[in-house]
């Protein structure tokens, strides 16, 4: 979704990454020998994306099919990937690729058959460019099935310069401080947060983030894989966290009604637009592509952002996400479509979506001269030297029924809490129920 996407910082405190500047390295695993060996030859590859990152993503697929001769087809499947996909494998028209934005839908895939392992070109570019994390997170009973070809990072808050300074205010570096800052720029004329209430799995973000930092790594990841219970009292807790900021009419662009009408895009164009509302959007990195391309800002200028703040005295939260690309058995070019994940496996692949902007890689052998602004450049870096610390997308290690589904589990559960925050510990209860069928526990 964009989701999850499917995220930034600039100083980076909370993950200070490293993204080597080494060498792109050869795309030996592409190579056709100077012809065009897959010509006639149609990739179809479906995903979540839409708008700019469709846009983008296309200069990828152009850019493999300048290379190879094949051709692509891309096909947007909306959030609902899972049923979406397998409603086409039943049909008899399974899509080559799949980009998967959640572990617990890869994992999905992979248990019940739908995936072909990845090459050993492919396995070979991953173990050279990408901390082991994001293999651990592409396989299922130690077989790598999915190559993460775009990262987020979703511990960022998007804020409007022009706006703190009419305010007076400056970044925070708590969540107290940050809920401070938003009264000073509500005072001044603007609602402090844009919140996109319309798509669950932003809420979902704000609940992670929260969390990890409330509460440490590993409840984070006793939550994730369901071994703690959701009525736990640290996520009670968490969940009164957040409620304090979706009751603040202050607070909340339009209050909670509004906030639950406001897609991911219109939540930055309420910061970002050319009639601004609001002076900060949480959300990851993607929030630079969409106010760049849509709105003609200038990223470090004109939009700029704050890693999310520590809460409670814990340490600032690092939450990534990211994109997996999987080749499904019943595709029709089996072989065009693993010639299609070894060329994402390369850096020159990846190079070319950093240029365009919005789009962050996990692999260390992008240079950071690939990404066209320094705040990308210091996400980038943040992102990779976070190495194994980083912990994934909470919803999306959880079964699709749970963590990834419009109008049901966690999204559609938080967006009744945004609409009445007034019973955290009722709305744990009502998560841990829908967890729990999802899990079969």
Same mark, same amino acid.
């Given at each position: 979704?964009? =989701? =999850? ?19 792109? $390295? ?37 850019? @493999? ?26 049909? $008899?028209? /399974? ?24 090459? !050993? ?27 993460? @070809?775009?990262? /987020? ?9 022009? #706006?703190?300074?009419?305010? $007076? ?7 107290? *401080? ?42 984070? *990841? ?22 304090? &900021?979706?009751?603040?009419?202050? &607070?909340?662009?339009?209050?909670? +009604?509004? !906030? ?25 990195? @993607?929030?630079?592509? %969409? ?21 409670? $005295? ?11 690309? %999987?080749?499904? +058995? *019943?595709? +029709? ?15 020159? /692949? ?15 052998? &992008? ?9 990308? =450049?210091?996400? #980038?870096?943040? &992102? ?6 980083? =912990? @994934? ?49």
């Amino acid at each position: 979704m964009m =989701r =999850r996407r499917t995220t930034l910082l600039t100083s980076c405190t909370a993950l200070t990454l490293t993204l080597g500047a080494t060498a792109c $390295g050869g795309n030996d695993a592409v190579s056709d020998g100077g012809g065009k060996a897959l010509s006639g030859q149609t990739v179809t590859v479906a995903g979540v994306w839409s708008g700019t990152e469709q846009k983008n993503f296309q200069k990828v697929l152009d850019a @493999f099919s300048a290379k190879t001769g094949a051709k692509t087809q891309f096909v947007s499947t909306g959030d609902n990937v899972s049923t979406v996909v397998g409603s086409k494998i039943e049909g $008899g028209n /399974a899509p080559d690729v799949v980009m998967v934005p959640q572990v617990g839908v890869l994992q999905q895939f992979a248990k019940q058959g739908w995936l072909t392992p990845l090459s !050993a070109a492919t396995q070979k570019s991953v173990d050279a460019g990408y901390a082991p994390v994001w293999k651990k997170y592409g396989s299922v009973d130690g077989t790598l099935y999915g190559l993460y @070809f775009k990262a /987020a990072h979703k511990s960022t808050v998007w804020y409007s310069p022009d #706006a703190f300074t009419q305010a $007076g205010v400056k970044p925070p570096t708590s969540y107290d *401080d940050m809920l401070k800052v938003g009264h000073t720029i509500s005072d001044s004329g603007l609602s402090a947060f844009s919140i996109a209430g319309q798509d669950g799995w932003t809420l979902t973000d704000w609940f992670e983030n929260i969390y990890l930092s409330q509460t440490g790594p590993e409840k984070y *990841d006793a939550l994730a894989a369901h071994q703690l219970k959701w009525t736990d009292a640290s996520v009670v807790k968490a969940l009164g966290t957040l409620g304090k &900021l979706f009751k603040d009419k202050e &607070l909340v662009a339009g209050g909670q +009604k509004e !906030a639950l009408n406001t897609d991911f895009p219109s939540s930055v164009e309420k910061v970002f637009g050319p009639k601004p509302d609001a002076g900060m959007v949480y959300e990851g990195d @993607f929030v630079a592509g %969409v106010a760049h391309d849509q709105f003609k800002k200038t990223i470090g200028q004109d939009a700029n952002f704050f890693p999310f703040p520590a809460v409670d $005295g814990g340490t600032a939260p690092v939450v990534s996400g990211g994109d997996a690309a %999987v080749l499904l +058995k *019943d595709g +029709k070019n089996a072989k065009a479509g693993m010639k299609l994940l070894e060329y994402l496996a390369t850096p020159e /692949a990846s190079a070319v979506w950093a240029k365009a902007g919005g789009y962050l890689s996990p692999n260390k052998n &992008l240079p950071l001269s690939s990404y066209s602004d320094d705040v990308t =450049r210091a996400t #980038a870096k943040s &992102l990779v030297d976070a190495g194994d610390s980083v =912990r @994934f997308d909470m919803s999306d290690q959880a079964p699709a029924a749970f963590g990834g589904t419009k109008g049901a589990g966690e999204w559609k559960l938080l967006q009744d809490f945004l609409r009445d925050p007034s019973d955290p510990k009722g709305t744990a209860a009502k998560l841990e129920a829908a967890a729990a069928k999802a899990y079969k526990d």
